[in-house]
C-alpha cells in the first residue's frame, strides 16, 4: 500500500508537509552549525582563557595594572579594560543581554555581566564577578562572512526547491486538466473523436471518466438526431416527387393552380435542404488557404440572377486565408438571400480587415427594416425566424447554420442595425489557425 495519497487534497497537503519538514530541518541545521555552534565555541573559549590567565595569576582583591593587562591580551587576544576605558572603546553602544549574563554567572560563580557591540567583528563584553569594574573585551572572530553566506546559500536554496516543487506539482495536477479543456472544445464544436485518458489523482480521474461518458452519450444523440432528421427529409422527398409529377400531368386550364403548388413544392425541399445543410459537420472539411475576395465576388456574381443590385467591395489587402471553401459560400449564400428576402433595396457586400487586424470581416449590408436589438443574439438559435417585421418565411435555420459553420472556423457572426437603415451582417474569419493546446 502506497503512503503517497491518491486524491488532490491530499496530495497537496503530503507535498506541502514535506517541503516544510524538508526546510525546517536544513533550517535548524544550518543555523545550529553557522550561528548557534560558533558562538557557544567562541564563548566557551573566552571562558577557557579567562580561567586559565585570570583565575591562575590573579588573587581576589588585586588591582589590574597595565603591565598585567597587556600580558593577557598577549597570551589571549582579549583585553581587560577599566569602565571607562570600556565606555570609550564601545561599550556604551552595546546591549545586555540577561539570559547570556546568567549563563555566564554559572560558569564564573559570581555575578557575571555580558554586552553585545553589533559591530564588525562582534564584540563580546564581560565583567567578570572576580573584577568587578572592568570589562573583558572579546572579539568575536567565529562570525565569519564566509559563514554567513554559506548560510544565505542554504536558506536560499531551500525557498527555491520549495517553490520549485510547488509549481512541478501543479503542472502535473494541471496537465490533465488541459487535456480534459480542449476536449471539452472540441466536443463543444461537435467533435466526438478524442477519448481522454484515465489518469492523475482520483478526483481527475472521476472527472474524465464522466466526461468521456458524457461525451459518448453525446455523440450517440448526436447521430440519432442527424439519422432520423435525414430520414425523415429523405422520406418527405418522396411523396413531394410524386405531387410535383402529379401537377406536371394536369390540364392546361389548371395551370394557376399548378404553379402554385409547384412553388409550395420548392419551398420545401429547400426547408429540407435547409435540415440537411445544418445536419453536416464542417469541421471536417480541410481548410486551404483560398483567396477571400474572389470567393466572395464568385457568391455575390452567383446571386445576380435574382435581377437585384449586389455590389461587392473588396480590400485589396485582404489576401488568402485558410477556410473551408464551400462552408464559406453557403454561409455568404445565405446572408445574401437572408438579405434579399427581408429588404427591397440594393445589396452591398464587403471585405476588410478588424481593428486588430487578426480577422477578416465579410459584411453583407442591406435596407430593410432591420431586427431589434432585444434579438439580435436570439435569432441565431434553431429555429428562430425573428420579428414580425422582418417576416417569417423559412425554416429559421439560416442563421443557425452560419453560426455553427463560422464557429467551426473559430470566427464569430455579428448582426448589426445601421444607423442610417437595414442590417448588416457580419462573419469573423481568423487569419491564422490557432494551434492546439498540448
Known amino acids: 500500500m502506497s503512503i503517497f495519497p491518491r486524491?488532490?487534497?491530499?496530495?497537496?497537503?503530503?507535498?506541502?508537509?514535506?517541503?516544510?519538514?524538508?526546510?525546517?530541518?536544513?533550517?535548524?541545521?544550518?543555523?545550529?552549525?553557522?550561528?548557534?555552534?560558533?558562538?557557544?565555541?567562541?564563548?566557551?573559549?573566552?571562558?577557557?582563557?579567562?580561567?586559565?590567565?585570570v583565575f591562575i595569576d590573579w588573587e581576589d582583591g588585586v588591582e589590574v595594572t597595565d603591565e598585567v593587562s597587556d600580558k593577557f591580551f598577549a597570551i589571549t587576544g582579549i583585553e581587560v579594560m577599566t569602565q571607562r576605558e570600556a565606555m570609550r572603546s564601545g561599550l556604551a553602544q552595546s546591549r545586555e543581554y540577561s539570559m547570556l549574563s546568567r549563563s555566564m554567572s554559572e560558569q564564573l560563580n559570581g555575578s557575571a555581566r555580558v554586552r553585545i557591540s553589533q559591530t564588525d567583528p562582534l564584540i563580546y563584553w564581560v565583567e567578570a564577578p572576580q573584577a568587578l569594574g572592568y570589562w573583558v573585551k572579546v572579539p568575536l572572530s567565529g562570525f565569519k562572512e564566509n559563514n554567513l553566506e554559506f548560510l544565505t546559500f542554504y536558506l536560499s536554496s531551500?525557498?527555491?526547491?520549495?517553490?520549485?516543487?510547488?509549481?512541478?506539482?501543479?503542472?502535473?495536477?494541471?496537465?490533465?486538466?488541459?487535456?480534459?479543456?480542449?476536449?471539452?472544445?472540441?466536443?463543444?464544436?461537435?467533435?466526438?473523436?478524442?477519448?481522454?485518458?484515465?489518469?492523475?489523482?482520483?478526483?481527475v480521474i472521476e472527472v474524465t471518466r464522466a466526461f468521456n461518458q458524457m461525451s459518448r452519450g453525446i455523440a450517440a444523440l448526436e447521430n440519432d438526431r442527424r439519422l432520423l432528421m435525414a430520414g425523415v427529409s429523405h422520406d418527405l422527398r418522396t411523396p413531394l416527387t410524386r405531387i410535383r409529377l402529379a401537377t406536371e400531368m394536369m390540364a392546361d386550364e389548371d395551370d394557376y393552380l399548378r404553379e402554385g403548388i409547384i412553388y409550395d413544392i420548392e419551398d420545401m425541399n429547400g426547408i429540407i435542404d435547409q435540415f440537411i445543410d445544418y445536419l453536416r459537420h464542417h469541421k471536417r472539411e480541410e481548410r486551404v488557404h483560398e483567396d477571400i475576395n474572389a470567393l466572395v465576388a464568385e457568391v455575390v456574381n452567383h446571386q445576380l440572377k435574382h435581377q437585384r443590385v449586389i455590389s461587392?467591395?473588396?480590400?485589396?489587402?485582404?489576401?488568402?486565408?485558410?477556410?473551408?471553401?464551400?462552408?464559406?459560400?453557403?454561409?455568404?449564400?445565405?446572408?445574401?438571400?437572408?438579405?434579399?428576402?427581408?429588404?427591397?433595396?440594393?445589396?452591398?457586400?464587403?471585405?476588410?480587415?478588424?481593428?486588430?487586424k487578426k480577422y477578416v470581416v465579410i459584411a453583407v449590408n442591406d435596407n430593410g427594416p432591420g431586427i431589434p436589438e432585444s434579438e439580435l443574439e436570439s435569432v441565431f438559435e434553431p429555429f428562430k425566424q425573428g420579428d414580425t417585421a422582418r417576416g417569417s418565411e423559412g425554416s429559421g435555420l439560416g442563421l443557425a447554420i452560419i453560426k455553427r459553420i463560422i464557429d467551426m472556423h473559430d470566427g464569430q457572426v455579428k448582426l448589426v442595425n445601421r444607423p442610417t437603415g437595414g442590417l448588416s451582417a457580419q462573419i469573423y474569419l481568423p487569419i491564422k489557425v490557432t494551434p492546439p493546446v498540448a
Open 312 to 356: 461587392f467591395k473588396g480590400n485589396p489587402g485582404v489576401g488568402h486565408i485558410p477556410i473551408s471553401a464551400v462552408a464559406i459560400k453557403r454561409v455568404l449564400t445565405n446572408m445574401i438571400e437572408n438579405a434579399l428576402r427581408y429588404s427591397e433595396g440594393d445589396i452591398e457586400v464587403c471585405s476588410y480587415f478588424n481593428d486588430t
Open 7 to 53: 486524491s488532490a487534497f491530499g496530495q497537496t497537503v503530503f507535498l506541502v508537509a514535506v517541503l516544510l519538514l524538508i526546510n525546517q530541518v536544513v533550517s535548524y541545521i544550518t543555523v545550529s552549525l553557522y550561528v548557534v555552534k560558533p558562538t557557544i565555541e567562541q564563548v566557551n573559549l573566552m571562558l577557557a582563557k579567562q580561567i586559565k590567565t
Open 158 to 203: 531551500i525557498g527555491f526547491l520549495s517553490v520549485l516543487g510547488g509549481w512541478l506539482f501543479a503542472r502535473h495536477l494541471n496537465r490533465p486538466l488541459k487535456a480534459l479543456q480542449q476536449a471539452a472544445i472540441k466536443v463543444g464544436v461537435g467533435d466526438f473523436s478524442t477519448k481522454l485518458a484515465e489518469q492523475g489523482s482520483t478526483e
